[in-house]
């Protein structure tokens, strides 16, 4: 029991010691204590309203709550930065009667990431992600809206990996 005690002490010591650099959302440790989210603008051919706020928000939400950075409107250590560069609708299968049955949404977002503290981990790059619903439905109210919330969620999840998770 002697001898066990000693090895316990020194893996809870190792242990203890390595907590520090990563937390629940695999972020790792940050030099950073700030960021912003500069407006992403929606220069898509096809124009949704609203949805250039709606990323630009649910970007700046997700960051919020998955690491202890503060949100600054100018000179954040970290900066996000883009736009909305497509928007399209397009039908994906058919009926035997050659209608569509399906259709799916694309968002493409280009993103320019922008680390003042750590200037090798920048990058500019385009994030995409779609959802397809019934052909029978318009794309509006709870569709379009269901519609985006997958989208947003998909892209600003693979944004903040690449930017601050590093998967």
Not at 20 to 48: C, H, M, R, W
Not at 96 to 124: G, S, T, W, Y
Request: one cysteine or more; glycine letters at 4%.
């Amino acid at each position: 029991m002697k001898k066990i005690y000693p090895l316990l002490l020194l893996i809870l010591a190792f242990s203890a010691s390595s907590c520090s650099v990563y937390n629940f959302t695999g972020t790792g440790k940050i030099d950073a204590k700030t960021f912003q989210v500069n407006f992403f603008p929606n220069n898509a051919d096809l124009v949704e309203p609203g949805i250039d706020r709606r990323f630009t928000l649910a970007l700046q939400d997700l960051i919020m709550n998955q690491t202890n950075l503060n949100l600054v409107k100018n000179g954040g250590d970290l900066t996000y930065e883009g736009e909305i560069v497509d928007y399209r609708i397009s039908p994906m299968t058919a009926t035997a009667d050659q209608q569509a049955a399906q259709n799916r949404l694309k968002i493409r977002v280009n993103v320019r990431f922008i680390n003042k503290k750590k200037e090798k981990d920048n990058f500019e790059k385009s994030f995409e992600f779609f959802y397809d619903y019934p052909a029978t439905q318009q794309l509006t109210g709870a569709t379009l809206d269901t519609a985006l919330k997958d989208i947003f969620e998909r892209i600003t999840q693979d944004i903040f990996n690449e930017s601050l998770a590093k998967w």
